[in-house]
Nanobody, 115 residues
Framework: QVQLVESGGGLVQPGGSLRLSCAAS????????MGWYRQAPGKQRELVAH???????NYADSVKGRFTISRDNAKNTVYLQMNSLKPEDTAVYYC?????????WGQGTQVTVSS
């Protein structure tokens, strides 16, 4: 089992920044891929970004150039630095971890971008 605990969400004005963190714990040797998804009201959950163990990354087109994903393998932690936030970034952000062939999810953290 893998437990994921997110932190760092909140309310921010348009153009502002937030940093999300997600720490993984449990019984596993390594995590293949970690990432962030988001779900806005009335919409499907969508990929924001993910990063594999080697450091290779993938971003949704809507966040490229504004968001940066990184991970600390020693701490089993993934981060999402979000800059130049827009109202359309408002959503619940979920941490995801792929361990061998199983997906694990965090409980979600709310990000609200509003003036």
């Amino acid at each position: 089992q893998v437990q994921l605990v997110e932190s760092g969400g909140g309310l921010v004005q348009p153009g502002g920044s937030l940093r999300l963190s997600c720490a993984a714990s449990g019984r596993f040797s390594s995590i293949n891929r970690m990432g962030w998804y988001r779900q806005a009201p009335g919409k499907q959950r969508e990929l924001v970004a993910h990063i594999i163990r080697s450091g290779s990354t993938n971003y949704a087109d809507s966040v490229k150039g504004r968001f940066t994903i990184s991970r600390d393998n020693a701490k089993n932690t993934v981060y999402l630095q979000m800059n130049s936030l827009k109202p359309e970034d408002t959503a619940v952000y979920y941490c995801n971890a792929l361990v061998i062939m199983w997906d694990y999810w965090g409980q979600g953290t709310q990000v609200t971008v509003s003036s």
